[in-house]
Antibody, heavy 122, light 110 residues
Framework: QVTLRESGPALVKPTQTLTLTCTFSGFLLSTSGMCVSWIRQPPGKALEWLARIDWDDDKYYSTSLKTRLTISKDTSKNQVVLTMTNMDPVDTATYYC??????????????WGQGTMVTVSS | QSALTQPPSVSGSPGQSVTISCTGTSSDVGTYNRVSWYQQPPGTAPKLMIYEVSNRPSGVPDRFSGSKSGNTASLTISGLQAEDEADYYCSSYTSSSTLIFGGGTKLTVL
């Protein structure tokens, strides 16, 4: 069974750096064709794709946020980490990690985590 | 890059069919058959319903179908059921090697 679970602080202050961890099971990110992305959703608003990391360590970032984002993986721990610098109240959202795989398509997410809510406030 | 354009809401009665549109540009929907659709009931994570314009993952009812014409993709739900009530989002790969979502459509089953 494939599962993903997001973890990180529920509250961060403006200008701080957010670090989120996605811990997954049921697949290996070292397997050819596997990818993990981060997606966020502000309360009552639409989904927004943030970043993706691939099995071969290729990384892709949202054009509008790429200067603030860093995605990395630790295959030994089955984890993907996202850092976002200079947090602002508009970054308040539920942050999801999700898997995609080339066997289906790397551009669609077949398994999602439950999401973690992050509030940015002083 | 702006979000893909979806109608804010659609509605239908049980048994009817509804179609949700998703309009992009020649830099995304119009060029790539990498359009996906997600269903998101309130308070839950999204669920993949359609990928690559018209393919259904295992377990998704065949009442859900997808298509594309030019810069607009569409999701059609036939034989509407109460359990279909949810928010629906489209997404597309882009020429910038990124992914873009639509603004979401709230489906109400009357």
């Amino acid at each position: 069974q494939v599962t993903l679970r997001e973890s990180g602080p529920a509250l961060v202050k403006p200008t701080q750096t957010l670090t989120l961890t996605c811990t997954f099971s049921g697949f290996l990110l070292s397997t050819s064709g596997m990818c993990v992305s981060w997606i966020r959703q502000p309360p009552g608003k639409a989904l927004e794709w943030l970043a993706r990391i691939d099995w071969d360590d290729d990384k892709y970032y949202s054009t509008s946020l790429k200067t603030r984002l860093t995605i990395s993986k630790d295959t030994s721990k089955n984890q993907v980490v996202l850092t976002m610098t200079n947090m602002d109240p508009v970054d308040t959202a539920t942050y999801y990690c999700a898997r995609s795989r080339a066997a289906v398509t790397i551009h669609a997410f077949d398994i999602w985590g439950q999401g973690t809510m992050v509030t940015v406030s002083s | 890059q702006s979000a893909l354009t979806q109608p804010p809401s659609v509605s239908g009665s049980p048994g009817q069919s509804v179609t949700i549109s998703c309009t992009g540009t020649s830099s995304d929907v119009g060029t790539y058959n990498r359009v996906s659709w997600y269903q998101q009931p309130p308070g839950t994570a999204p669920k993949l319903m359609i990928y690559e314009v018209s393919n259904r993952p295992s377990g998704v009812p065949d009442r859900f179908s997808g298509s594309k014409s030019g810069n607009t993709a569409s999701l059609t739900i036939s034989g509407l059921q109460a359990e279909d009530e949810a928010d629906y989002y489209c997404s597309s790969y882009t020429s910038s090697s990124t992914l873009i979502f639509g603004g979401g459509t709230k489906l109400t089953v009357l």
